[in-house]
T-cell receptor, first 113, second 114 residues
Framework: DAKTTQPPSMDCAEGRAANLPCNHS???????VYWYRQIHSQGPQYIIHGLKNNETNEMASLIITEDRKSSTLILPHATLRDTAVYYC??????????????FGGGTRLMVKP | EPEVTQTPSHQVTQMGQEVILRCVPI?????FYWYRQILGQKVEFLVS????????KSEIFDDQFSVERPDGSNFTLKIRSTKLEDSAMYFCASGETGLIYEQYFGPGTRLTVT
């Protein structure tokens, strides 16, 4: 699996967009980018994933650069409840054999009033 | 909305004792996982389980660990003889398919070994 690099921490003002970067310069063509978050020692929670196109769901948007070497998770209007550690994970999808998640250090996002 | 549940929320045990951590996955899910997180450290994969057998396991998951789905609803993690370094938060996850983004995590069991 490709290695990912994320800043250890970021701050964001409540109501503003939070842009969380992830570098995955060694990503291969069949690896997806997944984002999870962990709110204060709770179980991790899936946010969004993508292969090469930008993706949006009710939680966030994922922007992947054309060369796929980096991506940005965007929380459009961050709230205090978005304070969490955000993990960028790059992983090949193997199929129905069960796929382990490999978590790095992530980015600790602090949303401030 | 269906959730993964775990019991107990906190377990304290003495070194050398056996512990069983219990998880009730979401009812129609077929894939089951255990992860752990030592305080202040990364979330680490332990084991995945599908079709009544282990499909993947990490180096952490040695002979002291075992998993079982005893009755079609519970999914358990047993640590045979606990060590101080087993103190951690243990998370169970389940998924309807094996897709990574369909792993739904429970709230965790905090295991403290004294």
């Amino acid at each position: 699996d490709a290695k990912t690099t994320q800043p250890p921490s970021m701050d964001c003002a409540e109501g503003r967009a939070a842009n969380l970067p992830c570098n995955h310069s060694t990503i291969s063509g069949n690896e997806y980018v997944y984002w999870y978050r962990q709110i204060h020692s709770q179980g991790p929670q899936y946010i969004i994933h993508g292969l090469k196109n930008n993706e949006t769901n009710e939680m966030a948007s994922l922007i992947i650069t054309e060369d796929r070497k980096s991506s940005t998770l965007i929380l459009p209007h961050a709230t205090l409840r978005d304070t969490a550690v955000y993990y960028c994970i790059v992983r090949v999808f193997f199929g129905n054999a069960g796929n382990m998640l490999t978590f790095g250090g992530g980015t600790r996002l602090m949303v401030k009033p | 909305e269906p959730e993964v549940t775990q019991t107990p929320s906190h377990q304290v045990t003495q070194m050398g004792q056996e512990v069983i951590l219990r998880c009730v996955p979401i009812s129609n899910h077929l894939y089951f996982y255990w992860y752990r997180q030592i305080l202040g450290q990364k979330v680490e994969f332990l084991v995945s389980f599908y079709n009544n057998e282990i499909s993947e396991k990490s180096e952490i998951f040695d002979d002291q660990f075992s998993v079982e789905r005893p009755d079609g609803s519970n999914f358990t993690l047993k640590i045979r003889s606990t060590k101080l370094e087993d103190s951690a938060m243990y998370f169970c996850a389940s998924g309807e398919t094996g897709l990574i983004y369909e792993q739904y995590f429970g709230p965790g069991t905090r295991l403290t070994v004294t």
